[in-house]
């Protein structure tokens, strides 16, 4: 920078500075282009080696779960040979080999041992001499079903048969149900009479399919146990072979076996694709334990990451574009994802320590002791109940291994005097972990002669139950807190109607102290009238249980009355039944005053509605009086006009079109009004429809004839009976009828259609050809003053004839509806319910009875059918 300070030529300077800059470009071009081929190679690289790593981890995951389960596999058989090995003991020791003295040795054979489905004794020809289960002794088995057999003091693990138990095995016995298999162990031994026993031990390959089940409990991947020839035990998952298959072609028989037994790769499998697949010979038995995954399923995560590694390579090109600044991001962004690749290796690990702990928490303890409790034999996973493995539980006193304060307890498991046959406890054990577990500790005395030479026993970790058992005291205590300051009144009630617990809101709605309450007979402080009501919905609640719900009215401790809703359930006992009631109460005093007001309001609105429509009744009434004076003049002014008067004659000819179209809007309203405010009676009787329809076609015959138009009914030949108001029903059919011929062009064709359907109702249908209704109008053309778009044009009337058509209907408790006509024109259905003939008539719904009426409504109604004459008669005046 101090160069600058002596002045220089452009000239001299202009070129270096180009040259440098040009320089730094392509400098930072190569740069870029390195730093950019740099990323993508690291990004590719990256993405390799977590795909090797996935796939390692996979493998040693698969190679740890078969040694895992290979462990168990061993020690579950080697646990059914110890059993079968002091069942020898034991028949060697006996004078005879009675029946009766070898079942008694079977007694405890099966204590802890629920991978055993039975243990029995036979005779070379096949005959059950002793049996674990009961219903098995004197059996004879077809022998040649178990396979080649052990020679004397030999024992041999035979070929997996069918069926759930040696009663499957019997001679000329059906074949067993698919899918339930058994693996059986044999020992043959010399007599106490020098005859060779058959000792027989059914392991249940379900206990190792479970277990198995449990190590996998992600769900990922599949395991497989088969005999070292490749003849499937049990597999768990969907997908898995069936047991009794044989793997004959599976690359660990073909190729793997006898040079190597244990190992891992990547290829072939039991499941279609590529698998990564482990396998573990038994250090001891003819078996193999395979364990496979897919290799798309390996690669999961390893998938999940590759977007993640685009984005970022994305991002990194980005920034390399970019000056000095964008590549020491780029490198920020390297090492950013340096770290990121760590912590997922971090987390892999992570993964596998999580998994090796889980695995290690399964574990139960098999052992066996001699008189004063000291370990002679275990079968122990690693870190069970000791710091230490099996070689350092061995000669220790069982006593020694658990906590101080459970030793005692302990150690009466050993004593002499005791004379139960199960002896149990539970106590707290430091693992190898260094963590407190809790184990159930069962014995089982060993006698012989009469004494005790040892224990035989099982320790098995609850430690997660007890610690269940916690959290529920927790839970119930804090449920109880809940309820506590629940504002709603909670209590409970023993079967005999007796306080169990209160909640505090109900010691404040009772105005009692909860001491007060506790112990005492419930009884609710109700009115006289509701307390044998209240004993009787108990009775049936009692009775019927599910829950009860009833409102009533209680006087609280401060000595109001309340509207309180009562609810209650029953609680169900432990051994079923009933254990009690649980009842709440809830205030609704505020919502049934707000209900009070609600109704007085509707009563008024009502009331003011009743008005309106009297009001419109009378007005309609006074109306038409000065409508039938002008109607009159203007008929005799037209009649009696002469021939120089044509322009008057005209003018009251106007006068009579409007006053006609008045007096038909004044009847409308009359009949809205008369129908809603209830003056006008509805008088029901059984009548023929066929005759009410053919009665309006003979009053409309003039409308026909002036458009030269066709009604064609089509009606059954029997009757149509049904209950109506003959008037008011010829009415609907005339205002329908009438449309139809007004909406309908001149010469065409209406057809009037009567039956019955199916659902006993009469139907009748009116067709046209007119112009039919817009299908968004379909209903809105029943309502009262509205027309149809498509008669807007004059020719329509006042549009109360078909609102006053569907009140009609209601109040015969049928319908009315309209729809548009294929081809052109709408149809218009009524549908009228049928009543059986016997029935007694029925007042009108918006009539209160009828009997006697009043002269004011008999008026009314006698204005109101002369109303409908007159609007007959003026139709069809019109009309000619």
């Not at 829950?547 to 609680?571: C, N």
């Not at 009665?695 to 026909?704: F, H, I, N």
Request: hydrophobic share 45%; charged share 20%; with cysteine.
């Amino acid at each position: 920078m101090p160069a600058l300070a002596a002045p220089i030529s452009a000239s001299s300077t202009r070129p270096a500075g180009g040259d440098a800059r040009g320089r730094a470009i392509v400098l930072v071009q190569a740069l870029s282009a390195l730093l950019v081929l740099s990323v993508v190679v690291a990004l590719l690289l990256l993405a390799v080696y977590q795909r090797r790593a996935a796939l390692e981890a996979a493998g040693d995951r698969s190679e740890l779960m078969a040694r895992v389960l290979e462990d168990h596999v061993t020690r579950t058989v080697e646990s059914a040979s110890l059993t079968l090995r002091t069942l020898a003991e034991g028949i060697a020791q006996q004078p005879l080999a009675d029946p009766g003295r070898l079942q008694a040795l079977l007694g405890p054979s099966l204590s802890g041992l629920p991978f055993l489905r039975s243990v029995a004794v036979l005779d070379t020809g096949g005959r059950v001499l002793a049996s674990s289960n009961p219903d098995e002794p004197g059996v004879a088995l077809d022998l040649s079903r178990l396979g080649a057999l052990p020679s004397t003091g030999r024992e041999l693990l035979l070929p997996l048969v069918q069926g759930r138990g040696l009663t499957d095995l019997r001679v000329a016995a059906p074949a067993a149900r698919a899918g339930v298999t058994m693996l059986p162990l044999v020992r043959r031994v010399a007599g106490p009479a020098g005859q060779d026993l058959l000792l027989l031990a059914m392991v249940n390959p379900g206990a190792l399919a479970n277990y198995q089940k449990i190590a996998l409990s992600d769900g990922d991947g599949i395991a497989l146990l088969s005999s070292y020839d490749g003849r499937l035990i049990t597999a768990t998952g969907a997908e898995a072979p069936p047991p009794g298959e044989v793997l004959r072609n599976h690359p660990v028989f073909k190729s793997w076996l006898p040079a190597q037994e244990w190992g891992g790769y990547i290829g072939q499998g039991v499941l279609p694709g590529r698998q990564v697949v482990a396998f573990r010979v038994s250090r001891s038995q003819p078996l193999v334990v395979l364990i496979e995954q897919s290799e798309s399923a390996a690669l999961l995560r390893w998938r999940g990451m590759l977007p993640w590694l685009a984005g970022l390579g994305a991002l990194a090109l980005l920034l390399i574009g970019c000056a000095a600044q964008v590549l020491l991001r780029a490198m920020r962004a390297r090492e950013h994802s340096r770290q990121e690749a760590e912590q997922a290796h971090e987390q892999v690990a992570l993964r596998e320590r999580e998994l090796s702990v889980v695995l290690k928490s399964v574990q139960e303890l098999i052992f066996r002791t001699d008189v004063n409790g000291v370990i002679t034999f275990v079968i122990a996973p690693q870190g069970a109940m000791s710091r230490r493995g099996e070689a350092g539980i061995l000669g220790r006193d069982m006593a020694s291994m658990v906590v101080t304060s459970d030793r005692a307890r302990m150690a009466a498991l050993f004593r002499h005097d005791d004379t139960a046959g199960v002896r149990a406890v539970e106590v707290s054990a430091h693992t190898a972990n260094g963590r407190l577990y809790r184990f159930a500790v069962s014995v089982v005395p060993l006698h012989h002669r009469g004494e005790i030479v040892g224990f035989a026993g099982s320790a098995i970790d609850v430690t997660e139950r007890h610690i269940a058992e916690q959290k529920l005291q927790h839970q119930l205590a804090f449920t109880g807190l809940l309820l506590e300051i629940s504002p709603q009144p909670i209590a409970t009630f023993d079967a005999d109607g007796r306080y169990l617990t209160v909640n505090q809101a109900w010691e404040d709605c009772s105005g009692r102290r909860r001491a007060d309450l506790l112990g005492h007979e419930v009884a609710f402080a109700l009115r006289p009238d509701d307390v044998q009501l209240d004993a009787h919905r108990q009775a049936d609640f009692n009775a019927q249980g599910g829950r009860l719900r009833y409102e009533t009215q209680v006087p609280y401790g401060d000595g109001s009355l309340r509207d309180i809703v009562i609810t209650k359930v029953l609680v169900p006992g432990v051994q079923g039944g009933m254990a009690g009631t649980l009842c709440t109460l809830m205030d609704v005093s505020e919502f049934r005053d707000a209900e009070r007001a609600t109704r007085e309001a509707r009563d008024v609105a009502e009331e003011a509605s009743r008005s309106k429509s009297e009001f419109v009744a009378n007005i309609s009434h006074e109306l038409r009086t000065p409508l039938q004076a002008i109607l009159g003049f203007s008929e005799l002014a037209m009649v009696r006009g002469c021939a120089d008067a044509e322009r008057a004659v005209s003018m009251f000819a106007d006068i009579h079109a409007s006053g006609q179209r008045m007096l038909a809007l004044v009847n409308d309203l009359l009949d809205v009004s008369k129908i809603e405010s209830a003056v006008g009676t509805f008088d029901l009787e059984r009548c023929d429809l066929r005759k009410l329809v053919q009665a309006v076609q003979r009053e409309l015959e003039p409308l026909l004839a002036k458009k030269r138009q066709q009604l064609i009914l089509k009606m059954p030949a029997e009757p149509i009976s049904a209950r109506v108001d003959p008037l008011r029903f010829q009415q609907v059919i005339r205002n329908v009828t009438a449309n139809a011929i007004k909406f309908s062009p001149e010469g065409g064709q209406i057809e009037v259609t009567a039956g019955l359907t199916g659902q006993g109702e009469a139907h009748i249908s009116v067709a046209d050809r007119g112009p039919g209704i817009p299908a968004a109008e379909v209903e809105r053309i029943f309502d009262a003053f509205v027309q149809s778009s498509g008669t807007k044009d004059g020719s329509g009337g006042t549009g109360l004839g078909l609102a006053i058509c569907r009140k009609i209907m209601a109040i015969h408790a049928g319908r009315i509806d309209a729809e548009n006509r294929v081809g052109g024109g709408s149809i218009f259905h009524i549908h009228l319910p049928l009543r059986a003939p016997g029935e007694p008539p029925v007042d009108s719904p918006l009539m209160p009875g009828s009997g006697g009426v009043d002269p004011q409504q008999a008026r009314q109604a006698l204005d109101l059918d002369l109303d409908l004459a007159f609007t007959n008669a003026n139709t069809n005046a019109v009309a000619l």
